[in-house]
């Protein structure tokens, strides 16, 4: 089955500075990749996703890349906020809606 | 426009017992998946339901059990209770429209804890 890995597992970063947060996985045959944001007690929430057939999408201070050749993707946030920092998780999907995801990364912004 | 609703928020049971968790779907969603969150970790599938059945599985043992009703809600049943299965149980609402991929919402969840 697929298998997602996901670093680093802690990021700390100060307000205004970017943070970068990688994936790989090991199913060629996923084709959609999803972003979710955890905060402490809340239900993940969806903040970007990616399909196969596109390199690259934003959605102003978030941007995912996608790499199908070398099978990773990566997420984006640039001016860092206090208010972006939560757990990420990556999840990479091939049918249905079965997503595997990621380990997670617990962001912390720094003010 | 109501989201996904679990109920109840937390529950506490003892090794053995049997546990029943809920969900309600976003409004307009017709399917419905349930996953593990282990403290610390990822989700883990668990199951989907579309069409009142189950669609898809995932690495879980047959403990866990589901039922979907016909007004598209769903009940995730775990028998003979393990420590390990103290988590956060997810269900998530997608749209089955048959294409692949649709996006996820969650619910807030149920935190499960067996003693």
């Known amino acids: 089955g697929e298998n997602v890995e996901q670093h680093p597992s802690t990021l700390s970063v100060q307000e205004g500075d970017s943070a970068v947060i990688k994936c790989t996985y090991s199913?060629?045959?996923?084709?959609?990749f999803p972003w979710y944001k955890q905060e402490l007690g809340k239900r993940p929430q969806l903040i970007i996703d990616i399909r196969s057939n596109v390199g690259e999408k934003k959605d102003q201070r978030i941007a995912v890349t996608l790499n199908k050749t070398a099978k990773h993707f990566s997420l984006h946030i640039t001016e860092t906020q206090p208010e972006d920092s939560a757990v990420y998780f990556c999840a990479a999907s091939n049918a249905g809606n079965m997503l595997t995801f990621g380990g997670g990364t617990r962001l912390m912004v720094k003010p | 426009d109501a989201g996904v609703t679990q109920s109840p928020t937390h529950l506490i049971k003892t090794r053995g017992q049997q546990v029943t968790l809920r969900c309600s779907p976003k409004?307009?969603?017709?399917?419905v998946s349930w996953y593990q969150q282990a403290l610390g970790q990822g989700p883990q599938f668990i199951f989907q339901?579309?069409?009142?059945?189950?669609?898809q599985r995932g690495n879980f043992p047959d403990r866990f059990s589901g039922h979907q009703f016909p007004n598209y809600s769903s009940e995730l049943n775990v028998n003979a209770l393990l420590l390990g299965d103290s988590a956060l149980y997810l269900c998530a609402s997608s749209l089955g429209t048959g294409l692949p991929n649709e996006k996820l919402f969650f619910g807030s969840g149920t935190q499960l804890s067996v003693l």
């Open positions: 409004s307009g969603h017709d399917t």
């Open positions: 199913d060629s045959a996923s084709n959609y």
């Open positions: 339901y579309y069409e009142e059945e189950e669609r």
